[in-house]
């Protein structure tokens, strides 16, 4: 508590300072000082010694010295206080007189210190040892010694005698240069730290008022100048923030309507988003069913949609998505409502649908015209849509149940070649049932090896085996037998999909010694992959396993993807092409025409074969068109230095005229249908 302020503190420690430099500086001049005394004393009793050894000369040498002159000469020494004792000797260290001062304690002393001597301890000259200071000097020329003289003086009393003077003289001017230095620095220090506490002062006042108007005029040092301006300046920018925080309290309560729009409308069409559409359809569901109403609800999913955005961008997509909605909001009454469920789907809630007439003329218009072009950016996009129906008393009100049963109904739409409508029936529940139970029983199927490959043959114009296409099959021992159309559609849908594509080629890697064995090692089996497929990377890996523990070469094993999947993934359709290439396995692209901007993408992608679609084939010789399109994707696949295969070949008309305009690769029930592995390599045999 005694420091809690920065003014004690600083007072404090000051003070503190003051003291203790002033001691040190006390200290180190007694130290200095005892030097200097020292330094004098040690001169003094040199010169006295240095004369009386010289005095003596004459005496000690004299062929019988005379004892009275000896003392007469020491008895000089009486004048000098701090002699303890002195001592004549002669050359051979033997006393002669003595002499003991004043300051003499006993002649113990002499004794001691003459043993010393005979000990040889004390050197010629003038040091200090224990406390005292001791003279030995030689009595005549250093070649011939005529005897020693030995003066001991008390050094440390008259020197703790001279300190203690000096400490009484030297003490009151600390005392009062420490007293004249506290004075100050707390003079000082008021002077720095009260513009401190004046603005301390101001805060309390300031945090009382809540006025960040009042003006600091506080005067100090530059630092506290600086400080002071500041908080001035800061107070100036709170008091004006404090002015627009005003403004903009009425300004947020202008953009919380904003807020709540768009927590309740999707931000880019402006249209109800899900759960604002789900809490109307709830209150709607509610009061119709009070009413005994039966509001329909239409499930819009557009096709293609996915594709414009992998061709123009995700730009161009979000325009296509508001004008989507446009079109929409134009074909609805007053009452009616559209959402973006998300993505590219649709909810329309239609509150009264008395008349099925006027839904179903709704449907077509809907399914019509978003079937026209839009004309986006310059660009003429152009996709379909697939729409399901569901009335609330099918669904008995129930929200879930309405929306789940336009999905079913929806489904059933794609299912029949899209760009078409959907009225929910109950029997669409057992198919929706017999979906589940087909996308559940794929994992079990894998176990239980349910699946199998039957391979068709493709033949060159001599109608010699070239390769042959895996198709699989599948006899569910729960459901029968299961077309490829509905399960790899299925597949597809649930995700499931690649752990059949896996199942295939693991298959066809071990399928392909004995096919080779039988038809030559030129053989190459190609095998499809779905568009799931193509998004799945870890797929490479699986084929590089596959390769590695079948010991197949990739040149024997070829990869087809159709044109619709190429150009919903394009991207990463590319990337896995070019993964396939560095492996050495070749690509092809099946159904080729059957899409759309195909050809512009014929120069960017690594392909070795193009596939002409069976409905090109069976067009041969019955319109003129389909054949002339037929000879030009032969004539352009020839242009590019691709390979071209023919499937769906049935006739020999075709067979015929394929040959004609150089198609070297032919695939059909005219050769072979597919057949399982055991039947190929018994025709063989036979």
Known sequence: MLFKSIRSSIAALTSFSIVLACVAVIAVSLSVYEELYLDSVKKDLDGLSSNLANDLLSIVSADIPDDFELTTSLLRLDRYENVKFAAILDKDYQTKELYGGKSLNSMDEITNRLNTLENSEIKLGVGVSEGELIAFKQIGEISLPQGYLLIVNDVMTPLAQSKETLLYRVLPLATLIILIGIFVSAWQNYRMLNPLKQLAELARKIKRTNDYSIKLEIEGKREVKDLSDEISSMMSTIDEESTKNKAYTEQLKNQRQAMEHMANYDSLTGLPNRPNFLSLLDKVLAASKTADINPALLYCDLDGFKAV?????????????????????????????????????????????????????????????????????????????????????????????????????????????????????????????????????????????????????????????????????????????ISPVEFICIAEQSGKINMITQWVINKVCENLKPLQDRYGKHIVVALNLSANDLKEPHLLSCIHKAFKQHSVRPQSIEFEVTESALLENFEQANFFFDQLALMGCSVALDDFGTGYSSLSYLTKIKLNTLKIDKQFIDGIGVSKSTTLITKTIVEMAKNLSLKVCAEGVETEEQKAFLLSINCEQLQGYLFSKPLPLEKLIAQVSA
Request: proline share 2%; no cysteine; glycine share 6%.
């Open 309 to 481: 955005n992998d061709l123009h961008g995700h730009e161009i997509g979000d325009k296509l998505l508001i004008e989507v909605s446009e079109r929409l909001k134009s074909y609805l009454l007053e009452n009616d409502v559209v959402s973006r469920l998300g993505g590219d789907e649709f909810l329309i809630l239609l509150a009264d649908s008395k008349n099925q007439n006027t839904l179903i003329s709704l449907a077509e218009k809907i399914v019509a015209g978003l079937g026209e072009p839009f004309e986006i950016n310059g660009w003429e996009v152009n996709i379909s849509v697939s729409v399901g129906i569901s009335y609330a008393k099918q669904s008995d009100y129930d929200a879930t149940r309405l929306i789940a049963n336009a999905d079913i109904a929806m489904y059933r739409s794609k299912v029949t070649g899209k760009n078409t409508y959907a009225i929910f029936e109950a029997n669409m529940m057992s198919a929706n049932k017999r979906r589940i139970d087909i996308a559940n029983a794929i994992p079990h199927a894998i176990k239980d090896n349910e699946f199998e490959l039957h391979y068709q043959p493709k033949v060159d114009k001599h109608e010699n085996v070239l390769g042959f296409e895996a198709l699989i099959r599948w006899n569910s021992a729960e459901l029968g037998f």
